[in-house]
């Protein structure tokens, strides 16, 4: 069992930035590709961002410039650094995380972007 548990959201101003942390813990023995999604109000989840075993990362085109994503595999840590956000950026971001077998999700926390 796998457990995800994302943290760094909240009410930013336009423009601003946020750090995202998500942070895993339980049975992990081997991780495809971890990843950051959001949902908007009355909206499909998208892919974010995501990075797989070997670091490759790719970027939604709204994000790229923006966002970046990283790993500290040491901490089981996951990280979204967002940068220049507007209030297209409103949702709530889920972390998720897919081994050779199961995919995880986390609960997901919310980030709000003020105009």
């Known amino acids: 069992q796998v457990q995800l548990v994302e943290s760094g959201g909240g009410l930013v101003q336009a423009g601003g930035s946020l750090r995202l942390s998500c942070t895993a813990s339980g049975s992990i023995s081997s991780v495809n590709f971890m990843g950051w999604y959001r949902q908007a109000p009355g909206k499909q989840r998208e892919l974010v961002a995501g990075?797989?075993?070997?670091?490759?990362?790719n970027y939604a085109d709204s994000v790229k410039g923006r966002f970046t994503i990283s790993r500290d595999n040491a901490k089981n840590t996951m990280y979204l650094q967002m940068n220049s956000l507007s209030p297209e950026d409103t949702a709530v971001y889920y972390c998720?995380?897919?081994?050779?077998?199961?995919?995880?999700w986390g609960q997901g926390t919310q980030v709000t972007v003020s105009s």
């Open positions: 990075i797989d075993s070997r670091g490759s990362t």
């Open positions: 998720a995380l897919s081994t050779p077998s199961y995919g995880y």
